[in-house]
């Protein structure tokens, strides 16, 4: 069966430090990657999505960026942190030829 | 492009109490419709799916749905709930060939003893 996995679990990081969150998935190949951010009263929102190494579209322009260096990993980053990029981040995939997504446990990022 | 409306964003209700969670969606062309659970500070769980075919659509948990497309809705319900359903329920719409979700805002749902 598939699983995905994200970590950290949980992380605080300063203002206008760097971050990188990692995603990746057992189980399946060539999966459709997106990365969504959960933030307070405000719904989920689609970052990136990936259908395929290195091939990264972006939803939101933001200080922030996504990566797919293998075929079951995906990687968000960011230089600089800022407050506004606080939140739960999640992680999620999809089979190349079906509609629904496959959550992971997601990541609780504060900015401080 | 499409959006997705979540008509109550708490919905209190006792146990063994029925209860219907609302969505409605805005799309000009053909959607596939999911609801999903997030219990507190972990992921999101899919409760069911309409991709096609007939419009009530079951899903685990004793969860099922009914699309009706003419109402543009697709209301989630349960005959009896238990404690255990607390949580916050998103409706999500996806629009071919597009892959990529749109929520809503997620409802609260609250089961009181």
């Known amino acids: 069966s598939q699983t995905i996995h994200q970590w950290p679990a949980t992380l605080v990081q300063p203002v206008g430090s760097p971050l990188s969150l990692e995603c990746t998935v057992e189980?399946?190949?060539?999966?459709?990657l997106y990365w969504y951010r959960q933030a307070a009263g405000r719904g989920l929102q689609l970052l990136f999505y990936?259908?395929?190494?290195?091939?990264i579209s972006s939803e939101v322009p933001q200080n922030l960026s996504a990566s797919r260096p293998q075929d079951r990993q995906f990687i968000l980053s960011s230089k600089k942190l800022l407050l506004s990029d606080s939140g739960f981040y999640l992680c999620?995939?999809?089979?190349?030829?079906?509609?629904?997504?496959?959550f992971g446990p997601g990541t609780r990022l504060t900015v401080t | 492009a499409q959006s997705v409306t979540q008509l109550d964003s708490q919905v209190p209700v006792f146990e063994e109490a029925p209860v219907e969670l609302r969505c409605n969606y805005s799309?000009?062309?053909?959607?596939?419709l999911f609801w999903y659970v997030q219990y507190p500070n972990q992921g999101l769980q899919l409760l069911l799916k309409y991709l096609s075919g007939s419009t009530l659509v079951k899903g685990i948990n004793g969860f099922e749905a009914e699309f009706n497309k003419s109402q543009t809705s697709f209301h989630l319900r349960k005959p009896s709930v238990h404690i255990s359903d607390t949580a916050e329920y998103f409706c999500?719409?996806?629009?071919?060939?597009?892959?990529?979700?749109?929520f809503g805002s997620g409802t609260r749902l609250q089961v009181q003893p």
């Open positions: 799309s000009s062309v053909s959607v596939y």
């Open positions: 999500a719409v996806s629009l071919p060939p597009r892959r990529a979700l749109t």
């Open positions: 189980g399946t190949s060539n999966p459709n």
């Open positions: 999620a995939w999809s089979s190349a030829n079906s509609y629904e997504q496959y």
């Open positions: 990936s259908v395929g190494i290195g091939q």
